[in-house]
């Protein structure tokens, strides 16, 4: 009974996780990246500087610079974790 009051917890605490900050109100939040906060900071103090390089390729929509970046993030993980379980399964077959 006591798991069942503990499982039945957590359920309620990842539903409140997800629910509560879809149900908060937000205002007209303008969502950008690291990049361009820095573009617009460097527009204000040095109005007549010019860029070193420009980007190869430009994402047709923001959604695709997520995706991409999402692509990237997966990516990196599971190389991490492949050399994390190949080096643990070597130290098992050594012992």
Do not use: H
Not at 37 to 58: C, H, L, N, R, T
Not at 62 to 82: P, T
């Amino acid at each position: 009974m006591k798991l069942l009051r503990n499982n039945t917890f957590l359920m309620v605490l990842v539903a409140l996780i997800v629910i509560v900050p879809l149900a908060l109100p937000l205002a007209e939040a303008e969502f950008s990246g690291a990049d361009d906060q820095a573009e617009g900071v460097i527009a204000q103090v040095a109005p007549d500087y010019k860029p070193w390089f420009s980007s190869i390729w430009e994402p047709p929509s923001g959604e695709i610079e997520s995706l991409l970046f999402a692509l990237q993030a997966a990516l990196g993980a599971g190389v991490l974790c492949y050399y994390i379980g190949f080096k643990r399964g070597q130290a098992k077959a050594r012992a």
